[in-house]
C-alpha cells in the first residue's frame, strides 16, 4: 500500500496533535505542576493594600524592629519603649516551597522579645509578616530571612 502526500500530512498533524494533548493531559493532572496562589483570598487581600503601606510605614518611621537568629531561633526584639502588654498581633511565617509548612505565632508579650524556636523553623527561605497594633496604631514589618 502506498501511501500519497496528503495521507502523510493528515497522519501528521493527527501525531502531532495526540502529542500536544497527551502533554496537556499529563500536566494538567500531575500534581508537581500545581501553582496555587499566595493567599487564597487575593482579591480581598487586594482591597486592604493601602492599610498595609500604612502600616508598614509606622514600621519604619517608629517600629523599631529587629529580627536576629539565635542557637535557640529567631528572636524577635520590639522596641523598649512600648509598653508589651499593649502590643497586640500576629506573626507569620510563610515558606515559599511548601504551604504546610506555613504557620501563624499570636503576639502575646511578657517583655520586649518573642522566640520562634529552632525546630519549627526548617533550613531554607521564609517569608516573615509581622503585623502589630500599639495604642491605635497599626504597624507592619515583612522580611525575607535564609534560615
Known amino acids: 500500500m502506498k501511501i500519497n502526500w496528503g495521507t502523510a500530512i493528515v497522519i501528521s498533524f493527527i501525531g502531532f496533535i495526540s502529542f500536544i ?9 500531575d500534581n508537581r505542576a500545581n501553582h496555587d496562589l499566595v493567599t487564597e483570598e487575593y482579591y480581598k487581600a487586594e482591597l486592604e493594600y493601602q492599610n498595609e503601606i500604612d502600616a508598614a510605614a509606622n514600621a519604619a518611621n517608629k ?7 539565635t542557637s535557640q531561633g529567631l528572636v524577635l526584639t520590639f522596641p523598649t519603649n512600648y ?8 506573626v507569620s ?6 504551604k504546610h ?8 508579650l511578657s517583655n520586649a522579645h ?3 524556636p529552632d525546630k519549627r523553623l526548617l533550613d531554607g527561605r521564609w ?3 509581622i503585623s502589630w497594633e500599639y495604642e491605635g496604631e497599626a504597624y507592619l514589618q515583612k522580611e525575607s530571612i535564609i534560615y
Do not use: C, H, Q, W
Not at 509598653?83 to 500576629?90: D, H, P, R
Open 114 to 116: 518573642l522566640l520562634i
Open 101 to 108: 509548612l506555613d504557620f501563624d505565632l499570636a503576639l502575646n
Open 83 to 90: 509598653s508589651t502588654e499593649k502590643i497586640k498581633g500576629k
Open 93 to 98: 511565617l510563610y515558606r515559599p516551597s511548601n
Open 127 to 129: 517569608d516573615i509578616r
Open 21 to 29: 494533548l497527551f502533554f496537556v493531559i499529563r500536566m494538567s493532572m
Open 63 to 69: 517600629g523599631n524592629l529587629s529580627i536576629k537568629r
